[in-house]
């Protein structure tokens, strides 16, 4: 999976490769086989969410441009396979869910894991985040039509960095740097991600 589906695709950082091999993609989708596990394909997974292709998770990574010194606010962890990858590129993850069963799933295996630098968050994307950290890096992995203004404001100021899918029927990776309080976006990669639900947590879970 590491050679073919991303070295050989233009991945090279050599700290997302690393991470790539240290976390074993298959507990986070026991319900298909090994060979599917590590397949260049997103699999479906509770909630009618998927878990996106490794090929897609590691382009969206290294545009992150992670140290391991930032603070990450990740959205839409779902399976939480991109919640392991990261912790150990950055100092802290805090992972969204507005679905309990897969955040549940994931806090098991992570925990497993031992990845002692994550903290879950049962909360919709579009409600504003009850929390008083400016994360260095913020990345969703669903597709809003637009994404959720709140999040800039707690984007650092200071070259903060957030890494969307974006689009209802085209979708296209943003990269939005914040700099002095002004936003620069960055259009992509055309992609296919499931779409950002919209709504309260209590609208959703209703």
Same mark, same amino acid.
């Given at each position: 999976?590491?050679?073919?589906?991303?070295?050989?695709?233009?991945?090279?950082?050599? #700290?997302?490769?690393?991470?790539?091999?240290?976390?074993?993609?298959?507990?986070? %989708?026991?319900?298909?086989?090994?060979?599917?596990?590590?397949?260049?394909?997103?699999?479906?997974?509770?909630?009618? &969410?998927?878990?996106?292709?490794?090929?897609?998770?590691?382009?969206? %990574?290294?545009?992150?441009?992670?140290?391991?010194?930032? &603070?990450?606010?990740?959205?839409?962890?779902?399976?939480?396979?991109?919640?392991?990858?990261?912790?150990?590129?950055?100092?802290?993850?805090?992972?969204?869910?507005?679905? *309990?069963?897969?955040?549940?799933? *994931?806090?098991?295996?992570? &925990?497993?894991?031992?990845?002692?630098?994550?903290?879950?968050?049962?909360?919709?994307?579009?409600?504003?985040?009850?929390?008083?950290?400016?994360?260095?890096?913020?990345?969703?992995? #669903?597709?809003?039509?637009?994404?959720?203004?709140?999040?800039?404001?707690?984007?650092?100021?200071?070259?903060?960095?957030?890494?969307?899918?974006?689009?209802?029927?085209? &979708?296209?990776?943003?990269?939005?740097?914040?700099?002095?309080?002004?936003?620069?976006?960055?259009?992509?990669?055309?992609?296919?991600?499931?779409?950002?639900?919209?709504?309260?947590?209590?609208?959703?879970?209703?």
């Amino acid at each position: 999976m590491i050679w073919e589906q991303l070295e050989s695709r233009g991945v090279t950082d050599a #700290a997302i490769l690393d991470a790539f091999e240290k976390i074993p993609r298959h507990l986070f %989708i026991p319900h298909v086989s090994l060979e599917q596990a590590y397949g260049d394909y997103p699999i479906g997974i509770k909630a009618g &969410q998927t878990i996106s292709q490794p090929f897609i998770v590691a382009l969206m %990574i290294q545009y992150l441009d992670l140290t391991h010194q930032h &603070q990450l606010l990740e959205i839409g962890s779902g399976s939480g396979y991109a919640t392991a990858l990261l912790s150990l590129l950055c100092k802290q993850v805090d992972a969204l869910e507005v679905y *309990s069963d897969l955040l549940e799933d *994931s806090r098991k295996v992570i &925990q497993s894991l031992d990845r002692d630098n994550v903290r879950f968050i049962h909360q919709s994307a579009w409600e504003h985040i009850d929390s008083n950290t400016v994360y260095d890096r913020i990345v969703l992995w #669903a597709s809003p039509p637009r994404v959720p203004a709140h999040l800039f404001d707690i984007l650092s100021d200071e070259g903060g960095v957030l890494v969307s899918p974006e689009g209802k029927y085209d &979708q296209y990776v943003n990269i939005y740097t914040k700099r002095s309080g002004k936003i620069q976006k960055n259009r992509r990669d055309a992609v296919r991600f499931v779409p950002l639900v919209q709504g309260t947590l209590d609208e959703i879970d209703r």
